[in-house]
Structure formats: structure tokens, C-alpha cells
């Protein structure tokens, strides 16, 4: 092959045909090539609601035929303004969550078998992927997303899936909680040159300003810090820390929006604080430790992987670790793990696609040629192989025998 050519086709498949990796995810979809080191797109998860021409996110749908409409929609729009290439017999990696519904990985099949038309679609568990970006083969995963944050423990590329936690504790909690804050303690400096509350202005931010706010303001505060401000508010004779310093934020139109330090601080702080029941984020990760078996709780602590967007956040990890080694040396973790070190990967990519890059490792692989299921076979019955389904994983007769 002369060079000019150039050298995408070398340990790949075949480069006219190379394989397209969705991550599908609540607010962000990423989607890119197989055995590339980042998406091509990492777009928002909406699309125009046919019936009532406003945007809508695709993943709500009051049934399954609006679902499919929106799946419809929204893969064309990746494939032919983002990807410029023809889904028809091309291979698709789907980096799934484990734990996401059945009926929208069948849809997502029948769009892309039936719609599309599309060679082959291999499903892979995102937080097992994951670990491809690491070259490891134990982890325990927090895949921190916009609806939920779940933990997958993952032994020898094996997920335990018996352990999985799950609870929604995502960037939606987060932006619900600043909306609040803001509304109670930012004030606004309007046109007319007066200043506010913000709460005498506005009902509600948007989404869109939310995030911006957050990304561009918020941070997670230390343990240290967040404890003094919470014995504070019982007891007024402790002192609470040196407020971070204000932000001017410049709104639509001329007004600007002025968020307090306590805002910035304490916007993150619905992530961890502790209910009734004991769950927040850290103690996701300890009771999935806790579940797990005895001789591999070691191995996993000390691989703790964070995907997802919400992990990006300043200060999050940090906080999660200092939280999780606090928690486990207090009851009542204390006699159940004795565990001594956790450490944190770094992961070779931006947290929010991680998942993605370990579909596009997979995808360059043989194992989307040996392990995919191709469009003839799901011709034949219109269903997906599913893990969690008798009907692919009762045991053989063949294996019986055997025994
Ligand atoms: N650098 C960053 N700093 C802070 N927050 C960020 C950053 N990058 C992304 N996020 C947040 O991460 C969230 C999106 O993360 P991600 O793309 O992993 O979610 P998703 O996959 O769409 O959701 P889910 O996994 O729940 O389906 C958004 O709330 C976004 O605001
Ligand atoms: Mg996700």
C-alpha cells in the first residue's frame, strides 16, 4: 500500500467500512470511529418532537412509537450532519448502560436494523469498557451522568452485577440545586441600573444557563470546609469558613447576575449529603464494596475509575476519596470492610467520554466481526440477545451432558 494513501486502514477492519460508536447518554450523546481518540461529536440529546415542533429530549417519549420517531430523527441527524457517512452496511458499536431498560436497547436495535440498515450492532456494558482505556482488568466504576450516577464493580472484565447501585445523583441534582440557591441568594443588577433578588426577576433558569453557570463557577468544596458549614447552621458558635469570593455573571441583555461565593460552594453539595438511609455518592461505592466478594474488595478499591461529565467537576474527586476514606473508618462500614487504600485512576480522556473511547478500543478490534449481531440474524425473530433473558441463558442441553 503506497503511503499516500494513508494509514487508517492499517489494524482496522477495512477503512472504506470503519465502524461508528455511539454513546447514547441522557443529556449528551458522543458519537465518532471506531479506533479514533475522540468523538467527532459530542451532541445534545434532543430533537424536534414531530407532533408539537418544540425540542424535546430524545429519551423522552410518552411510547414506544414516539421513542422510535425520536431515535429516527436524531441518528439521522448523527450520521448525515455530524458523522457525513452512510449508516447503510456499516458496522455499530453501542456503548449501552447495563443497567438502561430493555425496551430502548430493542428500539434502538429496530431503528438502526430496520431503518438503517446497518451491518451489524454490538452492544457493549459502558462501565466494562471503560476499563479498555486503562488497559485493566479490575475496576470498580462510578459512571457519574446527567440523570443518575451508578456503580459497576468490575473483577477480571467480569462485572459483578449483583453489587450495581444506582440512585440520581447526577448534573440534574445538581442544577436543581443551584436554580434554588441562586433564586434565594444571587442578586441581579438590571438595565435600569437597580439591583435584586433574582427570585423578584425570574421563577426558574433555564438548563442551559444552569449548566454554563456551573461549569464555568461551581466547584466542590473540602470535607474539611463543607463540615463547618453544616455545624454552623446547628450551631451558630462555630465559626464557618472565609466565603469563597463572588462572580459576576453577565445575563441576556445587559443585566448581570451576581452569584455569592456560598452559592459556588454549595451547589455540589446535594451529592453528598447523608439521608436516613445512608445513601450518598461515597457510600454508593462502599456498600458496592461491601456486596461484593470478600478477596476482591482489596483490587477493587484501590481502581476506583470516575466517568461521566458530573466527575469533571473541580474538586469532585478529591471529595468523593476523602469522603469514602472518612466514611469507611465510622460505622457502619468500619467492621465490615477493613480496607486501607483506595486510589483514583486518571483516565487517557476528558471524563465525559471515557465509555465512548472504550467502545472506539473495542470497535477496532476482531471482536466486532465475532461478536456483533448481524442484521440476518436479527431479521430472523426482531429481538436483541439480552444477558437478563431465559431464553439466551439457560444452560445447554450439550453442556449437560457433558457434565
Ligand atoms: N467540565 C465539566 N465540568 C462540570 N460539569 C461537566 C463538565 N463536562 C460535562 N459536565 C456535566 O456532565 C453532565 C453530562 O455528563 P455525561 O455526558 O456523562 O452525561 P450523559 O451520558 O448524557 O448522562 P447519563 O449517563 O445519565 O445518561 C452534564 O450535566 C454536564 O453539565
Ligand atoms: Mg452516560
Redesign the pocket.
Known sequence: MPLYEGLGGIGLINEKNITVVF?F?????KAGFAGETGPRV?AK?EVICRETGKTVPVFQAKDDEELRHHLVDFIHKLYFRHLLVNPKDRRVVVVE?LLGPSSVRNILAKVLFRHYEVLSVLFVPSHLVSLMTLGVTTGLVV??????TTVVPVYENVPILYTWQALPL???A??SSLNELLLDRALILGEDGKEQRLSAVKQKLSDKVL?DI??RTCFVTTLERSGRVQSNKYDRSVEPPPPAPSVQYPMSGSSILTIPGTVREMATEVLFEMDEDLLTLPSMILNALRQCPIDTRQALAGNLVFI???A??KGMKHRILSEVQALVSSPPFMDLLKLNSFKVHQPPAK??YVAWLGGAILGGTEAVVLRSLPRDQYILNDTVPDWCNLAYNSKDESDEKSV
Do not use: C, F, L, R
Open positions: 454513546d447518554g441522557a443529556a449528551y450523546t459530542i440529546s448502560n459512571d457519574m451522568g446527567y440523570q443518575e447526577g448534573g440534574k445538581i442544577h449548566e456551573k461549569v461521566g461529565g458530573t469533571s467537576v471524563d465525559n
